[in-house]
């Protein structure tokens, strides 16, 4: 079975530091896509990033960045320069790809606070 | 251009009610999702659509929720009778399956946010 495990339950950051979310996932497949979802207060669901699991290069969003360790099944999200707008629950999420199942299987998400 | 789009916003009922929620998906994608989001179980997938059928129902509680695709804009998830635990946000998400079966992102609608009394 696939499953997503986000380990931090919630975070906390300065304004204008760095902070790194951790993602772990299982899976036997080897083609796959990783995402990360970010729901601000406003509830919705708006997509940060993503990975596909063939490239080795992290993928990478203005100040959003993921360390991809295919490996060690770990899709960390760094967010550098916090901003109070990132203020958010954040979601990584998994889906096979190529035919393989259209379910997207989430974590149960990290609360981050940016503090002014 | 117009995102997935989610009606009602709110709703709030009694229980025994019948409740209807709506979601019509961005033009052009032929893939349609319904989730739930409780605090206690996180983001659930109960169906999804490919091409207006129905391909996995699995995650669907119970009898009395069910889900239709009449056509490639537009969706329903029915509770009859709701009850009280049924309370939650529910998203509807759509995306583009291309023909090399690659998935798209998945774009998610604004929620409805349902309580049952």
């Not at chain 1, 959003?64 to 770990?74: L, Y």
């Not at chain 1, 259209?102 to 149960?108: A, D, I, P, Q, T």
């Amino acid at each position: 079975a696939q499953t997503v495990t986000q380990s931090q339950p919630e975070m906390s950051v300065q304004e204008a530091e760095t902070v790194t979310l951790s993602c772990t996932y299982d899976t036997s497949e080897n083609n796959y896509y990783l995402f990360w979802y970010k729901q601000p207060p406003s509830r919705q669901m708006i997509l940060v990033i993503r990975q596909e699991a063939y490239k080795q290069q992290n993928a990478t969003e203005n100040r959003f960045s993921v360390n991809f360790q295919k490996a060690a099944k770990s899709f960390s999200l760094k967010i550098s320069d916090s901003q109070l707008g990132d203020t958010a629950m954040y979601f990584c999420a998994f889906i096979l790809t190529q035919g393989g199942s259209e379910k997207l299987v989430f974590g149960k998400g990290t609360k981050l606070t940016v503090n002014p | 251009d117009a995102g997935v789009i989610q009606s009602p916003r709110h709703e709030v009922t009694e229980m025994g009610q019948e409740v209807t929620l709506r979601c019509k998906p961005i033009s052009g994608h032929n893939s349609l999702f319904w989730y739930r989001q409780t605090m206690m179980r996180g983001l659930e997938l109960l169906i999804y659509f490919n091409n207006n059928v129905p391909i996995d129902d699995s995650g669907m509680p119970e009898d009395r929720f069910s889900a239709k695709m009449p056509n490639a804009s537009f969706s329903t998830l029915k509770i009859q009778p709701s009850e009280p635990r049924d309370s939650a946000v529910y998203f509807c998400a759509s995306s583009f399956r291309d023909r090399d079966l690659i998935n798209q992102p998945q774009h998610f609608g604004d929620g409805t946010r349902l309580s049952i009394l």
